[in-house]
């Protein structure tokens, strides 16, 4: 008889395991079989493609042969994606491991009025973009002046300024 495999998660679940099946079904009652394509879209179609569209909906025919994928952008962007359909039904496909979109739908809305045109269509800006506060700095850099390691100094001064910057909000 084989030992018995021992878990070494003891007990504990990956936060993936765990909402997965809920993901899942959200994503497909949209169509979307690959809920990848939603959350890491910018990295399926590229940073100038996700910046001026959104998928919305794969819809299937009645035959079964090929989906359609609908995107969503601005009415001034819609030509820059139509001339690029093509290019981003390949990279969507890559991502299902198969020609599974045959077709590309544009749809157009406002930039604001109708609830999804509502949607900023800009990314969040990354964090720490906003420089912190020179009080903050100073105090983070007196409190870590004692360490004589020249890059522990620094990587305490780093830390304690994200510290009393999160604290100061």
Avoid: C
Wanted: glycine share 8%; hydrophobic share 35%; no cysteine.
């Amino acid at each position: 008889m084989p030992p018995r495999r021992r878990a070494t998660t003891k007990g504990f679940a990956r936060t993936g395991n765990l909402v997965s099946s809920k993901i899942r079904k959200a994503t497909e009652q949209r169509g979307f079989a690959q809920s990848r394509l939603l959350t890491h879209w910018p990295e399926v179609v590229g940073k100038d493609a996700a910046a001026i569209s959104r998928p919305v909906e794969v819809s299937y025919g009645r035959q079964g042969m090929g989906a359609t994928l609908t995107l969503l952008t601005t009415g001034a962007n819609a030509p820059m994606l139509e001339m690029q359909k093509e290019n981003l039904r390949a990279r969507v496909n890559g991502v299902y491991g198969y020609n599974a979109i045959a077709r590309i739908r544009i749809t157009q809305t406002a930039a604001t009025g109708f609830a999804e045109g509502q949607v900023s269509f800009e990314h969040a800006p990354e964090k720490g973009t906003l420089p912190p506060d020179p009080q903050l700095v100073r105090q983070a850099a007196h409190t870590a002046a004692p360490v004589a390691d020249d890059g522990l100094r620094a990587a305490l001064e780093r830390l304690g300024t994200n510290i009393l910057t999160k604290q100061s909000r």
